[in-house]
């Protein structure tokens, strides 16, 4: 078993530095449209709607990156992928970036050979059960059936809470969003477990949102972000800074309503300078002047693509908490831009 995880981390890492060594910019720029991945399905971050239009809080970020590097958010080809598909399409160059709900870990950046280009949401794992199963507590769930996502942090998570807690668990093993929610729904597992964002996405879209619970207990750190392969600087530079950009823009008060008045020149050097009417930033990414402007054009500043796709505001109702602006207690934070 030891072995056979070995080699296929060798494989991914393998198909990685290959793919890499061929410059992501230069083939984004040729081809006309970005290939990003996202997950098979999760309201809020990514999903297609009846028209199969993708939306959501990941995919506003692949949106953004085209439009960065494309001057037109909509040159996206989404490539749906799965906890187990995901490193593979990414290494082999089958996309150009996954901005997928995927937890930055030790292993998979110096082991599997990605580079994280920042957090765009931090999670933790948590636990939904029927209320009619009358628990308060992840710690009441002794013999519990749990639907688990294959390829994913959550099942290492799970084993070590069950295991520090004295108790047991027999997993019920899903490969989608989409299926661990049928499952689950069906009474095949007593509790689904995930990242608390995911399961507050999929009870939104439940008949009877009501009749289920999130358990108090987060067991885990899930800072989640869009990754690159790694030996593609440039191009892991374009991802990054756009993302910072999204941020940036929120902390300096540039918003999709304002952004036509403020390109236009400011009395705040850095607004300048990430709208591109002043400096050379866009030159030193190899891209255009204005395209943190159609970054942002694109969907909004984080604050806004937060609010539209996952805030209180919407079904899923997420507080910003530990994802909102350092001026506001929270961890977002962007590097200046100078």
Same mark, same amino acid.
């Given at each position: ?52 239009? =993708? ?11 085209? @439009? ?10 989404f ?5 187990? +598909?995901?490193? !593979? ?14 937890? &930055? ?9 990605? +580079? ?15 209320k ?15 639907? %688990? ?17 004295? /108790? ?5 093993? %899903?490969e989608?969003?989409?299926e ?12 689904? !477990? ?34 690159v ?5 440039? &191009?892991?530079?374009?991802?990054? =800074? ?8 929120e ?7 304002n /952004?036509?008045?403020?390109? @236009? ?5 850095? /607004?300048?300078?990430?709208?591109? +009417? ?10 255009? @002047? ?23 505001? +919407? ?10 602006? &350092? ?12």
């Amino acid at each position: 078993m030891k072995k056979t995880v070995l080699l296929g981390a060798l494989t991914v890492a393998g198909l990685a530095a290959g793919a890499a060594a061929a410059g992501t910019l230069d083939d984004v720029k040729a081809r006309g449209t970005l290939n990003c991945g996202v997950t098979t399905g999760l309201v809020g971050f990514a999903a297609p709607d009846a028209d199969g239009v =993708w939306g959501g809080f990941d995919v506003s970020m692949c949106r953004a990156v085209a @439009a960065a590097v494309l001057g037109d958010s909509s040159a996206v080809e989404f490539v749906p992928t799965t906890g187990k +598909t995901r490193f !593979t399409a990414l290494a082999s160059g089958e996309i150009d970036m996954l901005a997928r709900n995927t937890t &930055w870990t030790f292993s998979r950046d110096v082991d599997l050979k990605f +580079t994280f280009v920042g957090i765009n949401y931090y999670d933790g794992q948590g636990f939904m059960v029927p209320k009619e199963l009358g628990v308060s507590s992840a710690t009441e769930l002794d013999g519990a059936t749990v639907c %688990i996502q294959t390829g994913t942090t959550t099942e290492l998570n799970l084993a070590d809470f069950f295991r520090s807690n004295n /108790i047991s668990y027999e997993p019920v093993p %899903i490969e989608t969003n989409a299926e661990g929610q049928q499952q689950y729904l069906a009474g095949a597992c007593d509790v689904y !477990t995930t990242d608390a964002s995911g399961l507050a996405a999929t009870r939104a879209t439940f008949e009877a949102p009501g009749d289920h619970v999130l358990l108090p207990e987060i067991i885990s750190k899930e800072p989640l972000g869009p990754l690159v392969r790694h030996g593609d600087n440039e &191009w892991g530079d374009v991802v990054r =800074w756009t993302l910072n950009a999204l941020v940036t823009a929120e902390e300096l008060g540039v918003t999709s309503a304002n /952004i036509g008045e403020m390109s @236009a020149g400011t009395n705040n050097p850095e /607004i300048n300078r990430l709208l591109g +009417t002043e400096g050379t930033l866009g030159a030193m990414l190899g891209l255009d @002047a204005d395209w943190a402007k159609n970054a942002i054009m694109s969907g909004g500043n984080y604050g806004e693509i937060f609010a539209m796709n996952i805030g209180e505001e +919407t079904p899923i109702g997420l507080a910003r908490g530990l994802n909102a602006q &350092w001026t506001n207690g929270g961890l977002i934070y962007s590097p200046p831009f100078r």
